[in-house]
């Protein structure tokens, strides 16, 4: 034992004499082509992490720092790299915590800047997805996921761009080929435009954005409305998505938030949150027609449309009853069944089959899975890291769900706290929000992905990737 | 898409009232109708804002105080002392950026309030407003949205008899130097809450939790300091008539209306979730607004809240000091005998409104999850306090005043014949049953407007009716635009005193595209028959000649994009002879831009319409212009309808 420490202590000098000369000779003048970039990973920066920052890991279990790839892989808990993004690597995060030797720090932060590549120059993930992105509204940050590989693979922080750390990114909407996706800023009030390089192309003014929907068929994103204005107007948007021009169309309710449109871009639909009505809107004449929901006071959140089109269901916010509706007629849709869930039904999601239906029940801290024909409940999911869920999404095979939970009581509890000047843990106000991995076919929760702050509306490319 | 090209069928009939008058009196002719009017019609526009033109009867037989005010749908009132003159003023925002000022006056028959601006001291205050004085130097300062969301200071540099405000920060900050931010659908407020002299600002977050900062410094501008996220552990999260809340019926003394806006209670088959699951009965997604008043007269500031998911106001009594708040107690709704309810999102103020020594409460509905359309007319509450310190609904229209809830229309026509105008006033849906748009009707007797029967036509939503004599027949008839079903035409059937507009086609005409028919009729090319313009959602024009007669019309399609007249949105075209050159110039309303003016440079029989003259209206959104005479002085006057429901006159020169 003795002598395995004298040999840990022996090679941990080495290291930081290594790390130090490697670091003196990068933070010193540089000649020209000389930088911290000339770091190696096996040959330099691998040791580092595997002898000072993995140990600093005590809560992740099945972390493998072997080798480049298995790193990448991060935990059974998540990554510990996000490329591009020391800030919010967990590997810096920790190591900063610790107070660990800054040239380490120093070394290890450099190269997650500069993409975590491998020695060959590789970057993590940049021929990875399908993605899946999140909008963490209480960040200013969209955090991207690997549905392959269920971990953050980057993160996109709107300050970079210009934008406040009050953006309030709230719902996302994805090409179904992953090529493009498109955020709305409710603090900003904005909708932006990315190329799944995560570069910003596109932008567009609008108040109070809230829900997106994107039709590949007329190729069209629709825009609702958020409730982040006294009276917002009672229009919902239609975007041309090359030039991001914005024709806006009366759907004669207050506050149209939920909205969505058929797979064959024929139809958009939208509700107020303050009226029982959904407004039908015709996409290529733009006629409405207003249609009444009954029941009592839904104040209805968000559609799920079949993945045939030919139903869709709604949940209401106040009155937690589940709208089962059939679009025989789509201009004249009609609630065939009204279920009282209850728990505060959010944004629903069809699974691939068409058959069954994600609901994240905000209020119970709970994931109901229903039947799509008569809406009888199969599961209900709830567990670590399902803590007022909001968003939901399927990987475009159909084997994992994925639920984004706000966790603004904090119900569920990220694996590092931070600590306090008097080394108290605390609850993690920046980081605290979660992405729930379920099993499509057992419903249980296989990975909680931790994500920043207040996630909310989700969504992620619909087609599944062919190989190149 | 549809053709571009549309013919509606001919008519039959063959006189044209319209077409039988001077022509250098013609343009009257669509603004007003047939008759006398037509012919005092054309002259300089008016200019001067007018409350009370002339009496304006209720059904009850009363008139109404401030007839056309302009109309609510979203109140923010504040009631305060602004001129120090012992009684309180009042403010009430109703749209973005402007805030309306009444000067209370104490006259015999008790308080009045008068009208003195649309948009006080022309203060740009975004979507809210709070008079305070954040300075300590015995006036009230000014608090406002910089959009969005952060906060804007006006520093009061008159005095506290004659108040005049001056910009001394368009972001305020805290003490780290950060901007200020609050969720602009959340009305924050201010006041000393512990009594130290120094002011505390209050901000409710969508999660229903309230947050504290206090001023460090107020000069030159105040600096606030985060003292609390999580004011005295205040959770809005009560809900009446929710699963797991107090039913309805278990509410105290609610008024008549209640069943209005109250959920029907806990869905019949329960909660799901409810066994196993831990529910939370928190409200997210919110607006909210909040007041501070001491109700109960222990020298400490009680908090009042509404929320965009509560249908009443809710009462947090403050159980501590006035140096030690304490405002943990159970909120409660309020009035406590007899609890507010209303489509939800209240916006409370406090103030002694009867001068009867005590405090009453004036809350305006802004319209949350309870079905705002309900309260679209009736959104002012005032609830009177009396000796017994119990409050009683005096009115849920305080500043009575006509009001056919949302987006109004009006037009002014002399429907019986009688040679004077009467006043038609159209809306985007009815309050009660929400189906369709409903009509209101004023007749001028004798120079008072009284309520009668509206003609009644098929169901649409946002009627927009243009009279006109199309068959020749000697009386008006209409063609009525709706929202989303094109132009009616009714023809009336009647005679001209006693009319009977029997439908003779809906979707006679459909626009090539886009909603809100907005039809009017002019006899654009001295053809001595009535073609046809209508303005429409996306802000251009419409333009119909009459390829017929003006006894048998046929509307032919011309253009979508008339002159190339874009207003922004919701145009509304309406015609009248503005410099008093014989023909016929061109006002549109809009959403947001106002009226506009399009002189016609050219001709009675070959207009050509100029570049866009910005009338100097302070005008609502949605503005509907209507010129006529309706107080028969032979001037040109305008009543303008618009997004709040109301009317607005402006007298002629």
Redesign the interface.
Known sequence: MRRNFNQRVLKKAVLLCALGGLLTAASAPRAAGQTHGDAVFTRDVLPVIQEIFLPLLTEDTGLDASSWEALMRGSDQGEVVIPFDPDRSLLIERGVAAGVDPHALALARTWIERGAQNDDGQVPYSDGGPFLYVCNQGSAVLSVIDMEANVVVRTVDLRDFGFSE?AKPHHVAVTPDGAFWFVSLI???AILKFNRNNELIGQAPFEAPGMLAFDPVLERLYAGRS?????PPQRIGIIEPDSMAVE???V?H?RPHALNVTPDGKHVFSAS????QIAVLDA???????V?VP???H?L?QFAIAPGGQSMIVGG?????VLLIDLAEPMQPKVTRA?????GPWHPSFLPGGDRVVFP??????V?ILDAADGS?IA?I?GPGVA?PHGSATRPDGRYIYVSS?N??AAFTPRYQETTPEGNETPNKTRNGSVAVIDANTFDIVKVIEVEQYPTGIGAQRDVMTAP | ??PRMHRSRPLSLLALLCGSLPAALLPGCAATGPGRAAEQAAGPLPATRVIAPFEVYKGSGETYAYPFLGGF??P?PQLLDIDADGDQDLFVQER?NAIMFFERNNAAEGPAWTWRADKYEALDVG??YRFADLDGDGDFDLLAEQP??HMRYYKNVGTAREARFAEAADTLRDAAGAPV?S???N?PNVTDIDCDGLPDLFIGR??GTVMRYEATETEPVPVFEVVTENFEDIRIVA?F???GMPAPAALPNIPGDNEMFM???P????????DG??????R????NTMTFADIDGDEDQDLFWGD??EPGLLYIENTGACARPRLRATPVPFPVNDPLQS?GYNAPSFGDLDADGDMDLLAGV????????KTAQSNLYMYEQRGDKQFTLRTTRFLDQIDVGSESYPVLVDLDADGDEDLLVAN??SAEG?RAATMTYFENADGAYRPGEAPAFFPA?HYAPAFGDLDGDGDLDLLLGT??DGIAWYRNEGAPAAPNFVLQQRGFIRLT????ATPTLVDIDGDNDLDLFAGE?SGTINFYRNAGTATAPVFEFVSDNYADIDVG?RSVPVFVDADGDGDADLIVGSEQEGLLLFRNEGSRTTPRFGEREQLPYETPQAAVPAFGDPDGDGRLELVLGGYSGGLLYFDGP
Request: net charge negative; hydrophobic share 35%.
């Open positions: 009050n603090g900003e009030h409730m982040s204005a006294v009276n806006e169309i009366d004669f207050p949150l303050g009226v029982n290529e004449s733009l006629d409405i027609e207003l009444s029941g009592m006071h104040s959140v916010h106040m009155s937690g009853d279920l009282p869930l209850g728990g029940a905000k209020m119970a801290n709970a109901a409940q209900t709830s007022e706000n603004l009581n | 898409m549809r749908n979203m923010r973005p979507e809210w969005y969301s931010f969720d602009r659908q009305i969508i999660d809900q008539g929710q699963p959920n029907d209670g869905s019949p088959g329960g909660d799901l979730f409810a699951a831990q529910i939370r009965p928190d997210l997604h919110g607006a965009f998911f489509s802004l319209g949350g999850a309870f079905n705002p359309n985007k849906i929400g939503y929202w989303n595209r886009g909603s809100h959602t949105r």
